[in-house]
T-cell receptor, first 113, second 114 residues
Framework: DSGVTQTPKHLITATGQRVTLRCSPRSGDLSVYWYQQSLDQGLQFLIQYYNGEERAKGNILERFSAQQFPDLHSELNLSSLELGDSALYFC????????????FGPGTRLLVL | DAKTTQPPSMDCAEGRAANLPCNHS???????VYWYRQIHSQGPQYIIHGLKNNETNEMASLIITEDRKSSTLILPHATLRDTAVYYCIVRVAHGSGNTGKLIFGQGTTLQVKP
């Protein structure tokens, strides 16, 4: 158990819909990262937040957005969902913004039908 | 961050040492070598990291060559539960303007067989 929690574990929705994935970092970690893992793309970095502020952006679509709240939990919002958005979405956390060691949550499996 | 090259797959007998190689010939002096693993769609798990000295923890050992162009992750007594995809990642540790993002390659699928 990494100490990072993600909800829900599974999500099934239809194209065009909007969903919200939630992540609670390890106690004391200030930085949260979101990664997407699809069959054809592997693990890809989406976005990073540090202490409530966006720190880095990766290959995140404009339809996707994220935020980190004062209690440090984070949410990833996916809108206008397409079939290709079906993937595993992982959240990770680390103590600082540039901390090497990241601890990953169990992931949310999203299926868009 | 430097690029890494890993074999796509490897087999290992249960109880034997698993040696997973990684080439990172363009590594810079301030870049660390990290290893993570992912067991069947679970979240990636941190294993170990190092700069130039060999490192050991309760999970594995990391051997980095003197020229730092390659490294080997060693699982001393592999078990069936070590079957996973192992990722070797090279990145700068700390620095202004740097972020903590990890760039994953395809990794090595290690199959531990009874």
């Amino acid at each position: 158990d990494s100490g990072v929690t993600q909800t829900p574990k599974h999500l099934i929705t239809a194209t065009g819909q909007r969903v919200t994935l939630r992540c609670s970092p390890r106690s004391g970690d200030l930085s949260v990262y979101w990664y997407q893992q699809s069959l054809d793309q592997g693990l890809q970095f989406l976005i990073q937040y540090y202490n409530g502020e966006e720190r880095a952006k990766g290959n995140i679509l404009e339809r996707f957005s994220a935020q980190q709240f004062p209690d440090l939990h984070s949410e990833l919002n996916l809108s206008s969902l397409e079939l290709g958005d079906s993937a595993l979405y992982f959240c990770a956390s680390s103590v600082q913004a540039t901390q090497e060691t990241q601890y990953f949550g169990p992931g949310t499996r999203l299926l868009v039908l | 961050d430097a690029k890494t090259t890993q074999p796509p797959s490897m087999d290992c007998a249960e109880g034997r040492a698993a040696n997973l190689p990684c080439n990172h010939s363009t590594i810079s002096g301030n870049e660390y070598v990290y290893w993570y693993r992912q067991i069947h769609s679970q979240g990636p798990q941190y294993i170990i990291h190092g700069l130039k000295n060999n490192e050991t923890n309760e999970m594995a050992s990391l051997i980095i060559t003197e020229d730092r162009k390659s490294s080997t992750l060693i699982l001393p007594h592999a078990t069936l539960r070590d079957t996973a995809v192992y990722y070797c990642i090279v990145r700068v540790a700390h620095g202004s303007g740097n972020t903590g993002k990890l760039i994953f390659g395809q990794g090595t699928t290690l199959q531990v067989k009874p």
